[in-house]
C-alpha cells in the first residue's frame, strides 16, 4: 500500500505565506513526477505545479514568481512554498506522485487526502 499523506494547509491573510508538504510511504520501487493540484469550489482540479526526479519544474502561470515546488528524494516528500498568497488561492491542495511499487509493476498516479488552503482577510 501506498500513503501520500499532506499537512501545512490552514488561513492565511492576503500577502501571506504557506508550506505544504507531503510524504509519500509504502511499498516505493521508484517515484517519477510529483506534484500539487488544487480544487476550489464549483471548479475542475487543475495542476498547480510539478517536478521530476531531477528537478525539472513545472508550474501554472497564475502561480509563477509566488510558489515554489521542491523535493527531498530521500525522504520522498514534496513541498509547496507559496508566498504572496491571494483570496483566488483559496482551495483543496492535493497532492500527486506518478510512481512505481516495483521494478516490474507499471507507472500509476496516487493522490494525497487534500488539504484545505483559506485566504482571507
Known amino acids: 500500500q501506498v500513503q501520500l499523506v499532506e499537512s501545512g494547509g490552514g488561513l492565511v491573510q492576503p500577502g501571506g505565506s504557506l508550506r505544504l508538504s507531503c510524504a509519500a510511504s509504502?511499498?516505493?520501487?521508484?517515484?517519477?513526477?510529483m506534484g500539487w493540484y488544487r480544487q476550489a469550489p464549483g471548479k475542475q482540479r487543475e495542476l498547480v505545479a510539478a517536478?521530476?526526479?531531477?528537478?525539472?519544474?513545472n508550474y501554472a502561470e497564475s502561480v509563477k514568481g509566488r510558489f515554489t515546488i521542491s523535493r527531498d528524494n530521500a525522504k520522498n516528500t514534496v513541498y509547496l512554498q507559496m508566498n504572496s498568497l491571494k483570496p483566488e488561492d483559496t482551495a483543496v491542495y492535493y497532492c500527486?506522485?506518478?510512481?512505481?511499487?516495483?521494478?516490474?509493476?507499471?507507472?500509476?498516479?496516487?493522490w494525497g487526502q487534500g488539504t484545505q488552503v483559506t485566504v482571507s482577510s
Open positions: 509504502g511499498r516505493i520501487f521508484s517515484i517519477n513526477i
Open positions: 500527486n506522485a506518478a510512481l512505481r511499487t516495483s521494478s516490474w509493476s507499471s507507472w500509476r498516479d496516487y
Open positions: 517536478i521530476t526526479s531531477g528537478g525539472n519544474r
